[in-house]
Nanobody
Framework: QVRLVESGGGLVQAGGSLRLSCVAS????????VGWFRQAPGKEREFVSA????????LYANSVKGRFTISRDNAKNTVSLQMNSLKPEDTAVYFC?????????????????WGQGTQVTVSL
């Protein structure tokens, strides 16, 4: 089993920044891609970003490209999501997830372990 724990969420004003972290335990974390997803109230969970097992490839949703940066430290079993220039529409619960393979994927069903999520709220 794998346990993923997100942290770093909170309340921030529009234009501000937050850094989310996802710490994994229980499995060889470094062999697999990791993704971030988010879910706003009344909406489907959507892809935000993903990073290949070695950090060599990253993927971003168009809505966050240029504002968010994903990174990983396999020695610490940690993946981070630096979020800058936050907008009210970024408000959601953010989840990290461990992929089935080493390659980045957008589809939710390509991720097999999920964290409990961390709330991000961006005010005007």
């Amino acid at each position: 089993q794998v346990r993923l724990v997100e942290s770093g969420g909170g309340l921030v004003q529009a234009g501000g920044s937050l850094r989310l972290s996802c710490v994994a335990s229980g499995r060889t974390f470094s062999n697999y891609a990791v993704g971030w997803f988010r879910q706003a109230p009344g909406k489907e969970r959507e892809f935000v970003s993903a990073i290949r097992w070695n950090g060599g490839n990253t993927l971003y949703a168009n809505s966050v490209k240029g504002r968010f940066t994903i990174s990983r430290d396999n020695a610490k079993n940690t993946v981070s999501l630096q979020m800058n220039s936050l907008k009210p529409e970024d408000t959601a619960v953010y989840f990290c997830a461990l992929g089935r393979s080493s390659s980045v994927q957008i589809a939710r069903n390509e991720y097999i372990y999920w964290g409990q999520g961390t709330q991000v709220t961006v005010s005007l």
